[in-house]
């Protein structure tokens, strides 16, 4: 997935026992964060930042959804201790991840393995994607995208 691209349809589960679609995210900009998986360090880390600045990104009119290949129950666990205050998509088959090209070949201590790569994707109301960041440094991160979208909005 690039700049320019419509999103995919997609009718995935996420916290709460709830379901989540390509039409839920349309008529707002929305920040979707693909990320390895739940309670680690850079993704607890990620998701707080997000979480903290969600009055910022409310305020211009934007929702952040994360996405990783975790359960459902695994998000409702990681939302609850870390009181996030947004959804998290559960890709367990990787079917979204696939489409985001976000499913890649990954190299830790010299041995290949499939993986996530860390990634978000600004989305406009459209459902059209405007920014893409990939492997993403979970620390600056949330300043990058908040950036990103007041200038996408002006």
Excluded at 2 to 13: E, R, Y
Excluded at 32 to 51: E, H, I, M, R
Excluded at 90 to 111: A, I, P, Q, R, T
Aim: charged share 30%; with cysteine.
């Amino acid at each position: 997935m690039q700049a320019g691209q419509t999103i995919p349809d997609f009718d995935l589960p996420t916290d709460g026992e709830k379901r989540l679609t390509k039409r839920d995210l349309l008529g707002k900009w929305t920040i979707l964060y693909f990320y390895p998986k739940d309670n680690t360090p850079g993704c607890t880390t990620q998701a707080v930042n997000f979480s903290a600045h969600m009055d910022e990104i409310r305020k211009l009119g934007a929702q952040v959804v994360g996405v990783s290949k975790d359960s459902p129950k695994s998000h409702d666990k990681f939302i609850a201790k870390h009181e996030l205050k947004f959804h998290l998509i559960s890709d367990e088959n990787g079917e979204l991840c696939e489409s985001f090209g976000v499913w890649v070949e990954k190299n830790m201590y010299g041995k290949k393995y499939m993986g996530i790569e860390r990634s978000t994707f600004l989305i406009n109301p459209d459902g059209v994607v405007e920014l893409v960041w990939r492997k993403v440094k979970v620390k600056v991160h949330v300043n990058e995208v908040l950036e990103a979208l007041k200038s996408a909005q002006s």
